[in-house]
């Protein structure tokens, strides 16, 4: 769509031709999609704990280890990807 603004100064009115790209709507994310993108921001951010040769990833650890620290972290997850214009559904 293409709109004209105006700008009035010193030398009179100018106007400016803008097009508004339609189709840059606001992406929706599902919850399992958001869960996904969040346990990987986890994995990415700490190291993957070894213990006796078995490696556990931090996603999985904050998840069985401390479910409530893990599901707040993740509701904050949710509000900065619906303030960056990335909603989740179900958390609007």
Known sequence: MDIKIATIGERGTTWQDVTIDEEEEETMLTEDEAYEMYDEMLDQCYEPYNMSG???????????????AYRVGFSDYVDTLAQDGTPVEGWI
């Open 54 to 68: 078995m490696i556990y990833m931090p996603s999985d650890i904050l998840k069985e280890c401390d479910p409530i």
